[in-house]
């Protein structure tokens, strides 16, 4: 007591009964208490029970559902009110229903957007998602990842160029790999800005290879990029929702390289826009 000078501890030993209490120490961790005084009237036994990280989960899983109704809130909100509109009638005007229905299309996949990605990251959570670790060409992997962003890129005039040697190989599952790469070049594609440029890039470095993916867009501020590998984490939330960001895809990018043994990091590209890139083991 004279060196934890707590006054909740201190009630907790001079009360009369058995108590509990939960209480932050000082420069220590948060800890709940048990007093017993079982052991006769002149002492007292305190049992104290470091729950700090227990405490911290908490808060992150709070957080997290929170987060998740908030994302489901507006795509379900509209596809609700443009049901009504056109059970109210609506549907006798062609070109509002024509409208309305597009509306319900595009809040509707974005809504399956958001559940596949949240069904990837519990996956990934519970170890449910199996990976097969196999030499993989970056390449081949490469080629087809630029398949998905074919047509966001036409559509904003952003030109992707590859620079892949043939021979690079490494250890990864090759859908991972695929899921990584088209996850981080849509996001240059969507994040640059319209005629924009993306660079794909990979290289040996030791017996790692590293992947980059570079936008000259307007890049990731200082006190934001620390934090773009957070679940919902997004440095420009309105142009993500605009963009159908659901702000989950850097959080199973850096899942997925971690559990193949990789590092996944972000940069400033010089002379602006971003330099994502991750490393695995050849
Ligand atoms: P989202 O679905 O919002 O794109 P991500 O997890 O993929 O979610 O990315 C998180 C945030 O990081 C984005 O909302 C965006 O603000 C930022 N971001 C990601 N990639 C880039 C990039 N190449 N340039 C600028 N900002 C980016």
């Given at each position: 007591l004279a060196l934890v000078r707590v006054p909740e501890l201190r009630a907790l030993v001079e009360d009369t009964r058995d108590a509990t209490a939960e209480i932050q120490l000082p420069n220590g961790p948060r800890a709940l208490i048990r007093a017993a005084r079982?052991?006769?009237?002149?002492g007292c036994v305190l049992l104290l029970e470091d729950v700090t990280t227990m405490r911290r989960l908490e808060t992150v899983r709070r957080d997290f559902v929170a987060n998740v109704s908030h994302e489901l809130r507006t795509p379900v909100a509209v596809i609700r009110a443009n049901a009504e509109t056109l059970i109210a009638g609506a549907a006798n005007d062609p070109p509002l229903a024509r409208q309305l229905i597009d509306g319900l299309h595009r809040n509707a996949a974005r809504l399956a957007r958001i559940l596949a990605d949240l069904l990837d990251l519990s996956r990934l959570d519970a170890g449910q998602y199996r990976l097969e670790l196999a030499p993989v060409s970056v390449k081949s992997v490469t080629e087809q990842s630029l398949t998905a962003v074919e047509t966001p890129a036409l559509a904003r005039g952003v030109a992707v160029e590859v620079a892949v040697p043939g021979e690079l190989l490494v250890r990864a599952d090759a859908k991972a790999l695929d899921q990584i790469l088209v996850n981080l070049i849509d996001n240059a594609v969507k994040y640059t800005r319209a005629e924009g440029h993306v660079w794909v890039e990979a290289r040996a470095v030791g017996d790692a290879v590293r992947i980059e993916v570079r936008d000259d867009g307007p890049g990731i501020a200082d006190k934001h990029r620390e934090r773009v590998f957070e679940r919902f984490y997004r440095a420009d939330p309105s142009r993500s929702r605009e963009a159908g960001g659901t702000g989950l895809g850097l959080s199973i990018v850096k899942h997925l390289v971690e559990s193949m043994g990789g590092e996944v990091g972000v940069e400033p590209n010089a002379p602006r826009g971003s330099i994502f890139w991750l490393r695995l083991p050849e």
């Open positions: 079982t052991y006769g009237r002149a």
